[in-house]
Nanobody
Framework: QVQLVESGGGLVQAGGSLRLSCAASGRTFSRYAMGWFRQAPGKEREFVAA????????YYADSVKGRFAISRDNAKNTVYLQMNMLKPEDTAVYYCAAGPSTAAVQNSYEYWGQGTQVTVSS
């Protein structure tokens, strides 16, 4: 079992930055690929970014490529999502997830956090 807790969300103006953190506890964090997903009001949850268990492979949704960066610190059992040049359309609840493979599909992930709200004002 892996427990995931997100933090770092909040309200920011368009063009600003936020860094989300996801702290993991339980089974060996470094053995899991990690992903970030988001769900905007009235929309389906969508993929944002993923990182392999070593950290050498990363994937991004086209909508965030060049603006967001995913990273991890296995010594701290934490994965991060640095979000720059935020846009109002980035407003959503952001979730981190852990699973056996680096993937952009939700059903590849076994464990999910409760989410953190990110609101970008125009």
């Amino acid at each position: 079992q892996v427990q995931l807790v997100e933090s770092g969300g909040g309200l920011v103006q368009a063009g600003g930055s936020l860094r989300l953190s996801c702290a993991a506890s339980g089974r060996t964090f470094s053995r899991y690929a990690m992903g970030w997903f988001r769900q905007a009001p009235g929309k389906e949850r969508e993929f944002v970014a993923a990182i392999s268990w070593v950290g050498s492979i990363t994937y991004y949704a086209d909508s965030v490529k060049g603006r967001f960066a995913i990273s991890r610190d296995n010594a701290k059992n934490t994965v991060y999502l640095q979000m720059n040049m935020l846009k109002p359309e980035d407003t959503a609840v952001y979730y981190c997830a852990a699973g056996p493979s680096t993937a952009a599909v939700q059903n590849s992930y076994e464990y999910w956090g409760q989410g953190t709200q990110v609101t970008v004002s125009s």
